[in-house]
Structure formats: C-alpha cells, structure tokens
Nanobody
Framework: QVQLVESGGGLVQAGGSLRLSCAAS????????MGWYRQAPGKQRELVAT???????FYADSVKGRFTISRDSAKNTVYLQMNSLKPEDTARYYC?????????WGQGTQVTVSS
C-alpha cells in the first residue's frame, strides 16, 4: 500500500524559511517523478516542484530561485526547502507523483506566511 506522509509546515514570517518532508513508499519513490503541490483557499491545486528518479528538477515560475526540491533515496524521502517565503506562498502543501495519482493524496501540511 502506497503512503505519502507530509510534515514540516508551520507559521513563518515573510522572508523566512521552512523545509517540508514527504516520506514515501519505496517502490513509488524509486521509479516515479515526485512532486510538491499546493492548494490555497479558493484556488486550484498547483504543482510547484518536481524531481525525477534521475534527480532532474523543475519549478513553477512563482517559486523558481526560492524553493529547492531534493530527495534522499536511503530514507525514501522528498524534501522541499522553501526560502524567502511570501504571504502568497500560504497554502496546504502535498506531495504526490508527477503526474499525480488520486489514491496517493495525503493530508498535506499547512504553510502560513505572515506579512
């Protein structure tokens, strides 16, 4: 059974940093691109960063230069380092494959950036 468990969210002031973690099942982690998504109230869920099994990374324009996605194969974990946070980054953050697969959506972790 595939499980994705997100953690690391919180409340931070604008300009601050957070690191999110996503613990993933081994099989899915090793063979599929993994992505971080976010959903703000009243908005659609959006993909913000992807990392392939080979380590290539892709970012949404809105986070490029501020967020860094990485993976630790030994720990089956995907990370999202978020720096220079802005109030518009406030959202619930989720990890999933890219493209996402419905059964894998977890509870996410809330990130709130105060101005």
């Amino acid at each position: 059974q595939v499980q994705l468990v997100e953690s690391g969210g919180g409340l931070v002031q604008a300009g601050g940093s957070l690191r999110l973690s996503c613990a993933a099942s081994g099989i899915i982690f090793r063979i599929k691109p993994m992505g971080w998504y976010r959903q703000a109230p009243g908005k659609q869920r959006e993909l913000v960063a992807t990392i392939t099994s080979g380590g290539r990374t892709f970012y949404a324009d809105s986070v490029k230069g501020r967020f860094t996605i990485s993976r630790d194969s030994a720990k089956n974990t995907v990370y999202l380092q978020m720096n220079s946070l802005k109030p518009e980054d406030t959202a619930r953050y989720y990890c999933n494959t890219d493209p996402p697969e419905y059964p894998y959506w977890g509870q996410g972790t809330q990130v709130t950036v105060s101005s």
